[in-house]
């Protein structure tokens, strides 16, 4: 879900402001004991003392405290007042939280960080529910663009304001002479103008990508605006030409934006989409001082092969960069239309969904890269397409006899009834987010 990251912070950002005011650490919670106030020797200090505070350990041994010493990385007692006073030394900062609520930072598990952090300097249209609206705040972005600058933006929803897709026209309305493509909240389909498709050479002629759907008005053959899962990739965005050290700055730039943002609301850990050269950034980031959070990336599935003879593998890397799974797609989303459904939409009859590969690609994939070493994750929303991800980490276990991979299926919304145990009995982890409720349930169980 490109951009997605951004909307669960802006949720969080919300909730916080009715919450009690929380410290959130990016430490390690590895609690050695409840400390002792009658300790025989003296402690060597910590190097953090919070205190005068409501901590939430999520320990069941010793669920609330009131005060934690902090060493480095690694919170290292935690207890009374009284408890943790004797951690104290002349170089110990001392934060005394005057009784708010401590707790551990949060860890997103699914994220696409980069992608969220450009769109802190895009147009975000999260939450807007109405076309208008929409456009309007469009037409202000034009208002400040030279003729022919691209307008770049994410976040729209048009389920908030109908059933019906946006089309090309509406944004012709106002920006005829800038290209525009707008990235739907699910990050699976784009809405763009007629400047932007034609800059981009799609025609009524083109077909449609594997995977992948460019929506056609059913009596002239042309474009809608709309293009679905891998057609989205056919818009050639036209971005400033720079120099390879300017381009790698902005990455950074936008990343210290991101973790600016995550730091603020309590976001101290993500598995997120990445790449090699983009955790080598996020690591020359920890050698400055400026990386705020634990970094977890994910690779592409299809690159599996490639990372091999690398020598690379799932969970490389230290306590705040590393490796983390392989992730493929098999399907879209619900909102999109495009999940892989056994039976078709009832708001579409005929369609159910666009699956992104075949089981056997899916199975062979999913095979290959867990012989090899990785943590697979398959994004799958269906009820098709989650028993299809199922199907490939079955076949994978019993070719190369692996257990304990913990392999994933990213988001598993619709899952068929007799696959609901197999995920216990695959030990697969249906990663789940609580976005999907939310965003999806005015039109769930009516498609």
Known sequence: MIGQCASHYRILERLGRCALLSLLLAVSLALPGWAQSRQSSPVVPASLVVTNAKIATMDSRYPRAEAMAVRGEWIIAIGSVADIAPYIGPQTKVLDVGGRLVLPGFNDAHTHFLSGCRSLRELYLYAVDKLEEVLRLVNERVAKAKPGEWITGSGYDHTLWGTIWPSKEDLDRVSPNNPVVLRRVSGHSVWANSLALRVSGITKDTPDPPGGEIQKDPKTGEPTGILLETAAGLIKVERPRLSPEEAR????????????????????????????????????????????????????????????????????????????????????????????????????????????????ELSDAVAFADRHGFQVGIHAIGDRGIHMALNAFERAMLLNGTTNKRHRVEHAQLIAKDDIRRFGQLGVVASMQQVHCTTDLRYVEAR
Request: aromatic fraction near 8%.
């Open 249 to 360: 700055q902005l990455i950074k730039d936008d990343l210290i934006a991101g973790f600016r943002h995550a730091a603020k609301l309590g976001v101290t850990s993500v598995q997120t989409s990445s790449s090699l050269e983009e955790m080598e950034l996020v690591r020359e980031l920890k050698l400055e001082g400026k990386l705020t959070l634990r970094w977890s990336g994910w690779l592409p599935l299809g690159s599996a092969a490639q990372l091999a003879e690398q020598g690379i593998r799932s969970g490389q890397g230290d306590y705040w960069v590393r490796v983390g799974f392989l992730k493929g797609y098999i399907d879209g989303t619900v909102g999109d239309r495009t999940a892989a459904m056994f039976e078709p939409f009832a708001d579409r009859p005929g369609f159910s969904g666009l699956p992104r590969m075949t089981q056997e």
